[in-house]
């Protein structure tokens, strides 16, 4: 896709996370012609293979997100990563918490790909963290990964909404900056706990939101996106 054609679009990554591929085919038609990109998930990945992102890609012309979350020792990552370059996704996410030199070996077997770092999901509160052992804030916790992250040679990270504006002032424009956890206003938040609007989060740094269920939920999904996608263009 130029970019002139995508400048068109809204900065969306829509989350197609769809009971079955027909499904996913349908809604990724109708999202394409208002964002710029769609996410393909671990649990349809794990499903529906390959044939996945090439019904994603095709049936959208959108870029691709690919969301594996990868996290294991170097040499397994980089051999998944290496695994599913034959796919060419925009963007592939890994588990921050993984460490540099795992991130490294990402970035070394997808060089043409933008890996992208996930700090803290947006499913985990502060209490959570603590109890899982982090120390400091949600913010705190989310700087040190990104920083570890874009100087590894992660070309993109994952943050809440909250946390964008003090990432972006941490890797300065070091790295693209996708926020989860976005819901239009009156949305149900769902599983999500640290969000923002569509608006804020742009407002604050984000360059690419991820946006599922206030479209894909929606009873008529290509006007969901367009109404999202307008308010932001």
């Not at 990104?146 to 964008?164: D, L, N, T, W, Y």
């Not at 608006?199 to 008529?220: F, Y």
């Amino acid at each position: 896709m130029s970019v002139n054609q995508n400048s068109k679009k809204a900065p969306i990554a829509v989350a197609l996370d769809a009971p079955d591929l027909a499904t996913a085919q349908n809604w990724a038609t109708a999202v394409g012609p208002h964002v710029q990109v769609v996410k393909v998930g671990l649990e349809v990945f794990l499903r529906d293979g390959h044939a996945s992102v090439d019904t994603a890609r095709a049936a959208s012309g959108c870029d691709i997100f690919l969301d594996l979350k990868l996290h294991d020792i170097p040499a397994t990552v980089a051999g998944a990563a290496e695994s599913i370059s034959i796919l060419n996704p925009k963007y592939l996410t890994v588990h921050a918490s993984g460490g540099a030199d795992m991130i490294k070996a990402a970035v070394e077997a997808v060089p043409d790909t933008f890996v992208t770092a996930v700090t803290i999901l947006t499913s985990l509160t502060q209490e959570q963290l603590s109890a899982m052992g982090w120390s400091g804030t949600a913010q705190d916790i989310v700087k040190r990964l990104a920083a570890m992250s874009v100087a590894a040679g992660a070309r993109a990270i994952v943050c809440s909404p909250q946390e964008v504006a003090a990432v972006r002032a941490e890797v300065g424009n070091a790295a693209t900056l996708i926020t989860p956890g976005v819901r239009p206003a009156g949305s149900d938040a769902g599983d999500q706990k640290r969000i923002a609007t569509p608006q804020q989060a742009i407002a604050d740094g984000a360059d690419l939101l991820v946006i599922g269920r206030p479209i894909t939920g929606s009873s008529d999904i290509g006007l969901a996106a367009e109404q999202i996608a307008a308010s932001l263009l």
